[in-house]
């Protein structure tokens, strides 16, 4: 069995993933392993954040949305924008949550859909072992979609640990 040397931890902020996160953080300080923490953004939450106050889309093909008091804002914007309060809020939890492992997390956004972007950032950083929640924030969508720690386990290139 090879060791375990980096150990990736994806989180959408839920309760599921910070539990997931004290058990990563015990398995980091037990093996000495790095840390990368992953969280997905899909366009779905991009769209729910691109909605005026009257409810309808205050959006245009050209890519730009209007907002109430800051004008114009481009996609890339409001991306950045959510990646900020990502940054702030969900990974700042997860990161407290995985405790003192020793070394600073890696701590990664990206865009798409979860389980291929978990996948793909696992082929490519050499990771080791993926520690995920059970269930995210979404249960409505687990119910109808299979949940994005079982297409994980299924499409992963290492070992994978659902946590509940």
Known sequence: ????????????????????????????????AKVSVLHI????????????????????????????????KSIEEIRSSLEEQVRGEELANTVAALGDIGQEPNLVTAWGHAAE????????????????GSYGKSKLKRAFLGSVSQAVANQAPCPVTIVK
């Open 41 to 72: 953004l899909s366009d779905d939450y991009l769209m729910t954040h691109s909605w005026g106050s009257d409810g309808l889309l205050i959006g245009s093909p050209s890519g730009y949305v209007l907002g109430e008091a800051e004008g114009m």
């Open 1 to 32: 069995m090879a060791s375990v040397d980096h150990v990736l931890l994806p989180t959408d902020g839920s309760e599921g993933a910070l539990h997931a996160a004290a058990f990563a953080g015990e398995l980091a300080r037990a093996l000495r």
């Open 117 to 132: 972007e978990i996948t793909r950032f696992a082929k490519d950083n050499d990771v080791g072992l993926i520690v995920i």
